[in-house]
């Protein structure tokens, strides 16, 4: 059985998108659009997102119109996406809806899964809601140049010190990319 990580860009001061949802920012770092090598797990066979980042991926991406877009940051992996609405599907994705507990909703993310690791690409509360239910192993933040007043925290859980274990923290051009292991309770 894989892992189950959280991997993320973040701001210095700890958001992962700004008050209108947007990652715009991300991509006016340099290599924000174009992320280095390992920045990216790269073990994971199935990726799961909330309805926020499936939504803003496709718009701002024109998914929908250009579904080969999907493919090069997904790839062919299967994709869970949590939500309690009705969402369109580019053609030709794996897309799984999901909806309910993170708990409930684990047995099937495992078997998509396999022996790879599940990355849990966004957002924070629903990284969170893994880590409530005790099943994060990792969290891996990529911490970007860039400060914003409000909008999408990265992780918005209180977590102690205990809980956390730093791994390695490493400069990948502007970005700053941290490894943490979750310690179990």
Do not use: C
């Amino acid at each position: 059985m894989g892992r189950i990580l959280f991997d993320s860009a973040t701001t210095i001061n700890g958001w992962i998108a700004d008050t209108n949802n947007s990652l715009a920012w991300l991509f006016a770092v340099d290599g924000g659009d174009h992320p280095d090598d390992g920045l990216f797990p790269e073990g994971a066979t199935v990726l799961v997102e909330g309805s926020t980042t499936y939504e803003w991926m496709l718009n701002e991406f024109d998914i929908l119109n250009h579904p080969e877009k999907w493919h090069e940051f997904h790839a062919d992996r299967p994709t869970f996406v949590f939500t309690t609405r009705d969402l369109p599907v580019p053609a030709g994705v794996d897309i799984r809806f999901m909806q309910g507990d993170v708990a409930s909703a684990l047995p099937a993310i495992r078997a998509a899964a396999g022996d790879g690791d599940i990355w849990v690409v966004g957002g924070g509360d629903l990284a969170g809601q893994f880590y409530d239910a005790g099943a994060l192993d990792t969290i891996a933040l990529s911490v970007a140049p860039v400060a914003l007043d409000g909008g999408a925290p990265v992780f918005p859980r209180r977590v102690e010190s205990d809980r956390l274990r730093l791994v390695s923290a490493e400069a990948h051009g502007q970005f700053a990319r941290l490894i943490y292991d979750v310690v179990r309770g």
